[in-house]
């Protein structure tokens, strides 16, 4: 007996603005909405699609009130397909991204940015 990874879970102080903008990140869709709640991803799950096989998690942003209070434990790394670094980094900037410095240094091979609803915070 296994299990599936399905969902990540994210919480947030708005989740369609999230949503939208991971969606427009990553190309996926909304495809579940409710309550201070939205479900983004690349496929609409069944449960005998997850019974057949490991499928790609979706996203799902839950509204909560408290802010964060430290460093995230967990952050998605994304890859640009179509484009070089330094243009998708001014894509994302131009969906509400902003560069963080979470101490990486100034010659690494990728940008830290933070989403939208984290770049209100320091790292």
Excluded at 2 to 18: A, K, M, V
Excluded at 88 to 95: K, N, Q, Y
Aim: glycine fraction near 8%.
């Amino acid at each position: 007996m296994t299990s599936r990874f399905t969902e990540l879970s994210i919480d947030c102080h708005d989740p369609e603005r999230l949503a939208e903008f991971w969606c427009a990140v990553l190309d996926f869709e909304v495809i579940d909405r409710g309550e201070g709640m939205v479900e983004i991803g690349s496929w609409t799950p069944t449960a005998e699609a997850v019974r057949a096989r490991q499928m790609p998690p979706t996203l799902v942003f839950l509204r909560v009130p408290e802010g964060k209070a430290v460093k995230d434990r967990l952050h998605l790394d994304v890859s640009p397909v179509d484009a070089g670094t330094e243009k998708e980094v001014a894509r994302l900037t131009a969906l509400g991204a902003t560069r963080a410095d979470v101490g990486q240094g100034p010659d690494r091979g990728w940008v830290v940015m933070a989403d939208p609803d984290t770049s209100d915070y320091q790292f």
